[in-house]
Nanobody, 126 residues
């Protein structure tokens, strides 16, 4: 059974940085497209999670939401079955639960995700 476990969330002041990690177990990490989504607190249940960033199985291709370009960086270590999200210049509007996601195909979006983590809360104070 594939499991994704996020860590690294917390409270940070605006302009600060955090690094999220997501460790995969039970599957074949090196063939998955990986990514991060987020959902702001108070959003209605069932509201689609917002895409943040994805990375191909090799790490050679990445896609970022416009709202995080230039501030967030995704990377992966296939030897450690782990994907990372470095978040710099954080803003209050980045406050959300961040979810790690994996897809067995080459494309990762909300509808192609095969596995979800349980999420980690990032809170950015102004």
């Amino acid at each position: 059974q594939v499991q994704l476990v996020e860590s690294g969330g917390g409270l940070v002041q605006a302009g600060g940085s955090l690094r999220l990690s997501c460790a995969e177990s039970g599957g074949t990490f090196r063939v998955y497209s990986m990514g991060w989504f987020r959902q702001a607190p108070g959003n209605a249940p069932g509201k689609e999670r917002e895409f943040v960033v994805s990375i191909s199985w090799s790490g050679g291709s990445t896609h970022y939401a416009d709202s995080v370009k230039g501030r967030f960086t995704i990377s992966r270590d296939n030897a450690k079955n782990t994907v990372y999200l470095q978040m710099n210049s954080l803003k209050p509007e980045d406050t959300a639960v961040y979810y790690c996601a994996a897809a067995r195909g080459a494309v990762l979006n909300y509808y192609t995700v095969d596995y979800w983590g349980k999420g980690t809360l990032v809170s950015v104070s102004s």
